[in-house]
Each structure stands twice: as structure tokens, then as C-alpha cells.
């Protein structure tokens, strides 16, 4: 979504009025998930994808209307499953997904042109825009920030901090989502249904080790939108030179440096840890430290043997049974990965089955979902 935001923002500085469709609702093996958007200007120009390609070319033509002034400039419209006619649009994949359309003026929509500024940025901020509600408030938007304030506003004072609450709380977990106000503002009465879209800095990815099979890594990281960090206590191979797509290449004892950020509150739930080194005088000491910590995953390469010996030496430093099972040891998914480039990817893919629940079987022999809601 970042390169949307960058052209959308680019648009704004233009001052030239747009079009965007969003994903705001999914059901069954919808190919995208809400906050998926797609956007067109006075030119006809395109960028995004709401289906994958499914309806893309229906939602093309609602945007246009909406800009020309043909169609509503609001519109919320839902594609599903149609087998009946095998030329109407709709989802071939089965499920379901609600549109909102909306045209956007960015001298009109302050709240708008500021959350793609922070988008942009990778600043934390979020936008909660009214989705399934009355006509009249359809497309309504707050903009909120961390600590609660907000820009904007959804046309009365309560159902404001009601909503700038409730996204807030979204916010600090880094989740899109729909979020369920009463039009009054309170809890209960008639349903307003917003769609909270959250902006938040990347994820950090740290690879402790700076070896071959390192340098695989970063670029596997950079690719699925990781901020990665290299380290290593040796300042001759921890090198711009051997890690130039690295965000930061630091010295230092890893487990010091882990201590050091987890300290200073740089890592978090969405941080993922992946121990290279295999040399039990790095990796004992930064895994004590690491397995304790809120991340969302921790993974160590060496051999089942190596694992073996690792887990005694944990378990004689004192950390628990719960501990050691959060260790994804020997790391990766078994793709049969033989040089740098194939174990990187087996280890970034078992970081996303990790973070989404999948299982790493085939899909093709498998009965669970290919697309989860998250």
C-alpha cells in the first residue's frame, strides 16, 4: 500500500481530485483484504487493485463516474459469486467483498492529504471512514493519531471521540478493520460501520549474523516490507559493503544490542528475530534474551544436532519449557533450500506462515483456507 499512498500523495500536491475504491468488507476466499484500494484520476489513470482483476474493471468504471460527476460521488457496492452468467462480474473465487467508491477533492479533505503525508512517512496515524451507514455520512473520515487527537470529523462531537477512541486502540496494534459506533456516538443504538485503516512504521526484521546466507535474508526481508537490521561482534564482516540493502548495520555483541533496543522499546509484537550465527558463544546469550521478549517470532539456524545442544545450554541458563518452545530451530519451512537465496525464502516463508497461521503444506492437497481473514 505504500506505493499507492506515494502517488495519491503526489496527486494531492497536484491538487488534482481522484477517485479511490476501497476494500471495506470481505466474506469466504475474498482475493483481498479490506483497506485494499484502487485509485484513478481526471485522466483515467489507474493505480492499485481491489480483486486481483476479478472486478476491476467495474469499480474502474464506478470511480470514473464519480469523478465526472456522471455517478454518485459516494457509492458503496457489493460483488459476489455468480455462476449463472459466466461474463458478469463478479468474484470467480467465490467469495464477497464490499466497495466503497468515494471522489476526493484534497482541498476539501484536510484529514485525507495529512494521512497519505504520514503514510508516506511511515508515521503512525489512522484513518476511520464511515462505510455502511446513512447516505448522507457515507464517506465521512477521521483522521487519528496515537495519542487520540484527531482531524476531521464524522458530523457530531460524541460519535468524534467515540471513534477516535476505538481507532486509537486499532492504531496501537497496527490493525485494519471494521469498527462499530452507534450513530449517536455511544455503544448501542442505530450501528455506524467505519472502516479503520491503519498506518504504522514497518516491522523490524533482525538478523543477527553476518554471513552469506545473512545478506539473502535482508533482501527477502526488504521485499515484504521489513525494516531490516544486521548484526554482528565483528565490525569486519558487519559492512555497508556486504549489506548494502540493509536499513542498519550495527557491531556489537547481539545480545547487547537486543537488550539495548528492547530497552528503548524498538521492538515489538510485530518484530521478527532470525539468529544466523550458530556459534554457541553469540547465540546462547542473545536467545535468553530474545525468548523473553513480546516479538512475533524468533527463529535459529544450525542442525537438528546444533538445536539439540542449543535448547541444553538454554535450559541450563535457566529458561523455561514455554520459553524454548516459542524457538523456531532448526529455522525455516522445508523447501530442500540448498544456496543463500532458497533458505532465505524458506526462512521468510515460515516467518508469514507464522504471522498468519498457515500451516506450509501444499495448497493443492490441502482443505484450509488459501485466503484468511485478518
Known amino acids: ?6 502517488e495519491l500523495s503526489r496527486w494531492c500536491e497536484r491538487g488534482m481530485p481522484f477517485a479511490v475504491a476501497t476494500v471495506v468488507s470481505t466474506g469466504g476466499s475474498a482475493p483481498r483484504q479490506p483497506g485494499a484500494a484502487l485509485a484513478v484520476d481526471g485522466g483515467g489513470n489507474v493505480i492499485g487493485s481491489v480483486s486481483g482483476g476479478c ?58 492529504v495529512h494521512a497519505l503525508t504520514a503514510a508516506v512517512a511511515r508515521e503512525a496515524a489512522a484513518v476511520a471512514r464511515i462505510v455502511v451507514g446513512p447516505a448522507e455520512l457515507l464517506g465521512r473520515a477521521l483522521l487519528v493519531l496515537p495519542d487520540g487527537s484527531y482531524e476531521g470529523s ?8 467515540t471513534t477516535a477512541q476505538g481507532a486509537a486502540a486499532m ?4 490493525r485494519t478493520g471494521a469498527l462499530v459506533v452507534g450513530a449517536d456516538g455511544s455503544r448501542c443504538g442505530t450501528p455506524l460501520t467505519l472502516l479503520v485503516e491503519s498506518s504504522v512504521p514497518p516491522p523490524r526484521l533482525l538478523v543477527f ?26 565490525p569486519v564482516f558487519v559492512t555497508r559493503l556486504r549489506f548494502p540493502g540493509a536499513d ?13 533496543e528492547a530497552a528503548a522499546d524498538r521492538v515489538d509484537g510485530r518484530t521478527a528475530i532470525c ?35 542449543r535448547l541444553d545450554r538454554l535450559r541450563d541458563a ?25 533458505t532465505a525464502l524458506s526462512i521468510a516463508a515460515e516467518i508469514v506462515a507464522h504471522r498468519y497461521g498457515g500451516s506450509g503444506a501444499h495448497l493443492s492437497g490441502a482443505s484450509t483456507p488459501i485466503h484468511r481473514n485478518v
Open 209 to 234: 549474523g553476518a554471513i552469506d546466507f545473512a545478506a539473502a535474508l535482508v533482501r527477502a526481508g526488504t521485499f515484504l516490507g521489513y525494516r531490516v537490521t544486521v548484526c554482528d561482534a565483528r
Open 171 to 174: 492504531l496501537a496494534a497496527g
Open 154 to 161: 464524522l458530523g457530531d462531537a460524541e460519535r468524534d471521540r
Open 55 to 112: 472486478v476491476e474493471g467495474a469499480v474502474y468504471d464506478l470511480c470514473v463516474q464519480a469523478l465526472s460527476g456522471e455517478g454518485p460521488a459516494t457509492v458503496h457496492e457489493e460483488f459476489g459469486y455468480s455462476d449463472e452468467d459466466a461474463f458478469s462480474v463478479g468474484l470467480t473465487c467465490g467469495g464477497r467483498i464490499g466497495i466503497l467508491v468515494q471522489r476526493i477533492d484534497p482541498g476539501e479533505r484536510p484529514e485525507v
Open 318 to 342: 535457566g529458561l523455561t519449557e514455554t520459553e524454548l518452545a516459542r524457538l523456531h530451530s532448526p529455522i525455516g519451512l522445508d523447501l530442500g533450500a540448498r544456496t543463500p537465496e532458497e
Open 248 to 260: 542498519e548495520i550495527v557491531a556489537d555483541w547481539p545480545h547487547r544490542y537486543l537488550d539495548q
Open 1 to 6: 500500500m505504500l506505493d499507492i499512498a506515494e
Open 275 to 309: 539468529v544466523l550465527t550458530h556459534d554457541a558463544k553469540f547465540d546462547v546469550p542473545l536467545l535468553e534474551v530474545a525468548l523473553r521478549l513480546p516479538v512475533a517470532y524468533v527463529g535459529a539456524m544450525g542442525s537438528r544436532r546444533t538445536h539439540l545442544d
